[in-house]
């Protein structure tokens, strides 16, 4: 008969787990290393010695804190021989004794193991308060070999009638030897120094733990690094922000031009216990919100959940050659920078690895720079910290391999968060990152229309490829460019395509336009100026195929202050926002327009998301005594030119000129592209009118609409 009774068994480790916890899960021997150096913090350690002793018989790495806790032969049996322990976990996470008050790192009771990594051999001399020194031996093949499961593995756990390295002194020193590494190249050294440099934030003036690095032989091999602090003066910009307990943001921004640029002046805002406004949050981030505040545009204490307070801090460097040449040692700052630059995290002070380590891009600046080369910062730019609280961050678990925080909702609106504090320093850095680019290219600003001075730069190409009598092999390039763009402004813009892709491919043509008048005036040789030509006709031909005509149709303006108003009807309901249309109630004058439908549906929708968006920021800030309002009205007698179309907001207003929100790019909203209102203004220029930004003062409008005004004026 079978036996149907139930067999009840607990789970057995093989010994070999002793091994793959310790020489697989650590990712590297600069981060095994980094490990240890982390138990002696947690062992209240004010100081550590790391030494690697290669150059000898016997190579061996030597990790020693002079004044730790130690460990008594209870300390030993019960937490350091017990894999897994919580002794750092739950009820047992207190806090060291004053002054240093430290809470523990660790938690998961497996970092210890991080010695596999480095070698085979084990010698642990320790000693704690009215306690004996104690020495653990530990051969590990043969430890491992000799048993078959974990319970069956024997240590040899000695008190010395002598103290071999403790007198009266605590702390612990950890020998490892028979190194499975011992070819420890300049580079792998160096790597070294730099990562226990950053174990404690180089933006603290003041440190409770030291860590030391000596490869006695090789000294010359380290002795050059720089340290942080030897390159934060010479940043170009410098930012600092604090998010307290209750949301509250504060940050200070300098930009500090060289003193050799004479005619860029520095600059600061200051701004104290503001709301920080965030960036639009992916699906996943949205998900990580209380449904309370799931549609909220700022930061809610609620997003500080099992994160706590945060702060941080940003030095921002530019590598051209010409701004580092201006600050000094600029083969030095570029070397610091390519080793050390991005955006690291602290708790209490001690890094987390592995952020802003090496091609660690967590916050996705560099895809960023990519769309916007010119307004956002990559991680090679900036050197930059993320400073927590270890007891108020418990959202934010480290994963077992130590290569960063899990991915969890705490984490992913940790990291929004962040990117969104970011976005608030490239706004503030805007303008001086402008100004310094135009004094780099010697260039001054040009607010004239794109199309005079793209017809001004044409103009000037030809007068220039005559004055150097390339007429012959140029000449039709230019001509051919110049039409195909023309057309392409005039298609495009009549047939309803907007967005990204229209503003960037206008933008790229304008820019290569003045790039290639420049090559000629500079007498490039001839194949450079053929090439950048080619380069022009080839980007204008290959958006050709997006073209597609619209007939332009004439049709009275109600008929798409109605369409525009039923199709954004759900959307003036879901935030509250109270609109008023006097044209499609007769109230105020209709006037006829021809040009094309759906490309004016496209250009009013989009000054409606604009003044959605700022109304329900506003209503945010302010509260239940703020209800947002819009309102669309026609001015039919205002303007010479001819009859005009207003979208006016109570919102807060214009925070960039009237010629700065219609250039490509320039914006005041976090994560915005800046190229709505140039989408606008090209098209009302194609159509033969013009958009216009009013104060609305200056319209006579009525006084419960003083935010924004744009009025669309037609020809």
Known sequence: MVDTKPLIRPFRANAHLLKLLGDELIGDDRLAVFELVKNAYDANATKVDVTLNLDCDNP??????????????????????????????????????????????????????????????????????????????????????????????????????????????????????????????????????????????????????????????????????????????????????????????????????PKTFRELASSSIEIADEQLELLEPSREEALTREKKISESLLLKPEDLNDIGPLSGTFYIFIKSGAVLSAIGSPQLVKDYLREQSGVRVYRDGIRVFNYGEGKDDWLGLNAGRINMPGQKIDTGMVIGGIDLNLEESSGLKEKTNREGFDENDTYKRFRWVVASVVEDFHLKHRNDREALDLYLKGDIKDGSPATTRFAESIKDIRKTIK?????????????????????????????????????????????????????????????????????????????????????????????????????????????????????????????????????????????????????????????????????????????????????????????????????????????????GLYYSDKVMETIGGRLQICNPEDLDLPEAYQGAAVVMIFS
Not at 106 to 120: D, P
């Open 60 to 257: 061996h790495i030597v990790i020693w804190d002079h004044n730790g806790f130690g460990m008594t032969k209870d300390d030993i049996l019960d937490k350091w021989m017990e894999i897994g322990t919580n002794s750092k976990r739950s009820k047992n996470k207190v806090r060291t004794p004053a002054p240093l008050s430290r809470l523990p790192l660790g938690e998961k009771g497996v970092g210890r193991l991080a010695v596999h990594k480095l070698g085979n051999q084990l010698i642990i001399n320790t000693r704690s308060k009215n306690s004996a020194e104690y020495q653990i031996k530990i051969d590990w093949p043969k430890l491992i070999g000799e048993a078959q499961y974990i319970e069956d593995t024997r240590v040899t756990i000695t008190p010395l009638d002598t103290p071999k390295y403790f007198g009266s002194e605590t702390g612990t020193r950890i020998e490892i030897g028979d190194l499975n590494n011992t070819h420890w190249v300049r580079g792998d050294l160096r790597r070294l120094k730099r990562l226990l440099t950053s174990l404690v934030s180089p933006f603290k003036t003041v440190s409770d733990f030291d860590v030391n690095l000596a490869v006695p032989g090789r000294e010359k091999e380290v002795a050059d690094l720089l340290d942080a602090r030897d390159i934060l003066d010479k940043a170009l910009w410098t930012y600092h922000f604090i998010i307290d307990e209750n949301g509250r943001f504060s940050s200070t921004y300098s930009f500090n031009p």
């Open 467 to 675: 004055k150097h009598k390339l007429e012959k092999e140029m000449n039709s390039k230019v001509t051919q460019i110049e039409s195909d763009y023309l057309q392409m402004r005039e298609v495009t813009l009549s047939s309803g395509i907007a967005g990204i892709n229209l503003a960037v491919i206008f933008h790229e043509v304008e820019r290569g336009v003045d790039d290639l008048n420049e090559a000629i005036r500079q007498s490039d040789d001839y194949s450079t100026l053929l090439k950048r030509a080619e380069h022009l006709a080839e980007l204008l031909e290959g958006f050709a195929p997006l073209l597609r005509r619209n007939e332009q149709k004439t049709f009275n303006i109600k008929a798409l202050t109605q369409k525009v108003v039923s199709l954004n009807r759900h959307r003036f309901e879901h935030h509250n926002i109270t609109l008023s249309c006097p044209i499609n109630t007769d109230e105020s004058d209709s006037f006829e327009v021809t040009a094309p439908f759906g490309l004016l549906q496209a250009t009013l929708t989009n000054l409606i998301d604009n003044s959605i968006h700022w109304t329900n920021l506003k209503a945010e800030k302010e509260g239940k005594d703020y209800r947002a309002a819009i309102r669309i009205d026609s001015l039919p007698n205002w303007f010479n030119e001819g009859p005009a179309l207003v979208v006016m907001d109570n919102g807060p207003g214009f925070s960039l000129t009237p010629e700065e929100a219609i250039q490509p790019f320039k914006t005041s909203r976090p994560g915005g592209m800046g190229v």
